[in-house]
């Protein structure tokens, strides 16, 4: 009986932990610590990423550019 009492106090102790002190990360910043580390396929992620970037600075630049012939 007292066995059980503990064993019910500690699993109600546990599940009662501190909060997460730290905020969820964004996407981007997930594949970027992916990217930095040494594990397998780093490489590939790396590379994705540096893509991803040229297109978005691409389509940011081409966006302006209409923007400011509309104009």
Known sequence: MRFTIVGC?????SGCGAADSEPARTEAQRDSAIAESAIPGAAGVKSAL??????????????????????
């Open 9 to 13: 106090l500690l699993l109600f102790l």
């Open 50 to 71: 540096s893509v991803s970037d040229s297109a978005s600075a691409r389509r940011a630049r081409e966006d302006s550019i209409l923007s400011a012939d509309e104009q």
